[in-house]
């Protein structure tokens, strides 16, 4: 597993100095779902100045670990990305966070960061065994999360959309499990959205399909259980990209 991850996902330290694991050096683990804004923060902790070596991100890792061993190539929908991570925790419970901890990283670097966990799992296992570790965690609402995929462009947001001539709310509400995550109220709000109907229903989609694999409030809790040197907790909407970044500059 370690070479694969190693080689398979760009990182480029140098392997005659690339003696530590991660598991035994300070890292920084940004914490969130999908759409929370990790990108949009990342890039203001860099116009900031904010000094750090980023590690191979969660899409790599997960490409190079978790999918293309057991699949033999790419796989680009989310929703059975979800599903093939879901199977890889069946034997490894923490999941991401056991395959950042193998991951080695060069002596020289600076402040290590990740991007990133998510869910109880993941954060848990990475407290226990990652004990220099300390985490950022992003979040939003479920709504702000998907009016962001849409407003994003991303390519990575894909999943199989069906071929329907629905309205908004029609195609909102032929989601499975979709009440389990936004009300009427919620739904009536999104297919208000001026956007295509098939793109809202997809994005919508992935939101709903990651909630099924990870809690977000949960796996805040978990963090908030932490002591504060260790745990930083910043909402998204209430703050700004820059403000965030700063913030976090402060607490490192």
């Known amino acids: 597993m370690t070479d694969r991850l190693q080689e398979g996902t760009g990182w480029t330290g140098d392997a005659a100095r690339s003696e530590r694991r991660v598991r035994d050096v300070p890292v920084v683990v940004l914490v969130g779902v999908t759409g929370v804004g990790k990108s949009t923060v990342l890039g203001a902790m860099r116009d900031l100045g904010v000094p750090f070596t980023l590690l191979p991100d969660r899409r790599a890792v997960t490409d190079a670990v978790m999918i293309e061993p057991f699949v033999g190539a790419p796989v680009t929908d989310r929703e059975e990305r979800f599903r093939l991570t879901a199977a890889y925790r069946q034997a490894h419970p923490g999941g991401m966070a056991e395959a950042l901890a193998a991951l080695r990283v060069p002596n020289d670097a600076e402040v290590l960061l990740f991007d990133g966990l998510r869910g109880v799992n993941e954060v848990t296992h990475a407290a226990r065994h990652l004990p220099l570790a300390r985490f950022v965690a992003l979040t939003a609402p479920d709504f702000v999360r998907v009016r962001r995929l849409l407003g994003r462009g991303d390519a990575f947001d894909a999943v199989e959309q069906a071929d329907t001539a629905a309205t908004a709310r029609e195609a909102l509400n032929a989601i ?10 919620t739904l009536d709000a999104l297919a208000r959205l001026d956007v295509d109907s098939a793109d809202l229903a997809a994005k919508t989609r992935i939101v709903v399909t990651e ?9 805040v809790r978990v963090l908030e259980g932490l002591p504060s040197e260790r745990a930083l907790i910043l909402d998204t909407v209430r703050y700004d990209a820059r403000e965030i970044a700063r913030r976090v500059m402060e607490w490192l």
């Not at 909630?211 to 796996?219: H, S």
């Open 176 to 185: 499975a499990d979709v009440r389990d995550v936004f009300d009427d109220e």
């Open 211 to 219: 909630r099924r694999n990870y809690d977000p409030e949960a796996t």
